[in-house]
């Protein structure tokens, strides 16, 4: 399989590499992220790349933090999106978003296959990802 809309042949390979569930949520994602750059001005075109072997994406812009999706074979149920440990976005989700989605630490939140994807709370938090410096200098918080 071939995406020529992926940044590189390394992302492609990457989800293809994926079993069908988990591509299928990682392409949802990847979607969602991309529509989202395309409906804010301010953050314009993305960057997408692996970091440390997972698809990452961060706004050319600057306008927000990288966001990280992988699954991984060890919990073969799930795929995790990962936001930077230094940041307080998943502090900010867990309390605004916790009936939706569920968070693991301060970095990731976990979508299960056995579960519907939570669509608007995940856009939500991805969309706070895009722009959480933009919103920092703007406003003083998300």
């Avoid at 993305?46 to 991984?72: F, H, Q, V, Y």
Wanted: overall charge neutral; proline content about 5%.
């Amino acid at each position: 399989m071939t995406h020529p809309d992926f940044a590189n042949a390394d992302i492609a390979a990457k989800f293809d590499h994926y079993p069908p569930k988990a591509r299928k949520v990682m392409l949802t994602i990847r979607g969602w992220i991309f529509d989202l750059a395309r409906s804010d001005g301010t953050i314009g075109a993305l960057d997408e790349s692996l970091k440390w072997g997972e698809p990452a994406w961060r706004a050319k812009s600057g306008s927000g933090i990288t966001i990280r999706a992988d699954w991984k074979a060890k919990t073969p149920d799930q795929v995790m999106v990962f936001f930077d440990c230094k940041t307080d976005l998943i502090d900010h989700t867990r309390s605004l978003l916790s009936a939706d989605l569920t968070c693991e630490g301060n970095r990731a939140i976990i979508l299960a296959f056995d579960q519907p994807l939570p669509e608007q709370a995940l856009k939500t938090a991805l969309g706070w990802a895009l722009t959480y410096h933009r919103d920092r200098k703007g406003t003083g918080s998300a």
